[in-house]
């Protein structure tokens, strides 16, 4: 069992920053790739941005310039410093990692529960 605990999401007004954490737990041997999805009323589910093992990060082209993500491998935890946020930013924010678990040579993926991030004034 590998369990996925975000936080950091809330009410902010546009141009405002956020900070979400991500904290993984549970069978853990090896994490791979690390990253936030999000997705908004009525629409699919989007990655955000990612990070990979050895640092080389990715982002949607929407959050260039205004979201960095960031990872502790000591701590098994991913970040996502989101600034100058604006109104279609509001969505629900979903951690994701691809790991390796104990005792099994198979790569897997595990999801947080969401966290909720509104923009508005």
């Known amino acids: 069992q590998v369990q996925l605990v975000e936080s950091g999401g809330g009410l902010v007004q546009p141009g405002g920053s956020l900070r979400l954490s991500c904290a993984a737990s549970g069978s853990i041997y090896r994490i791979n790739d690390m990253g936030w999805y999000r997705q908004a009323p009525g629409k699919q589910r989007e990655q955000v941005a990612n990070?990979?093992?050895?640092?080389?990060?990715n982002y949607a082209d929407s959050v260039k310039g205004r979201f960095t993500i960031s990872r502790d491998n000591a701590k098994n935890m991913v970040y996502l410093q989101m600034n100058s946020l604006k109104l279609e930013d509001t969505a629900v924010y979903y951690c994701?990692?691809?790991?390796?678990?104990?005792?099994?040579?198979?790569?897997?993926?595990?999801w947080g529960q969401g966290t909720l991030v509104t923009v508005s004034s």
């Open positions: 990070i990979i093992s050895g640092g080389t990060t």
């Open positions: 994701h990692i691809n790991l390796y678990k104990e005792y099994d040579l198979r790569p897997s993926d595990a």
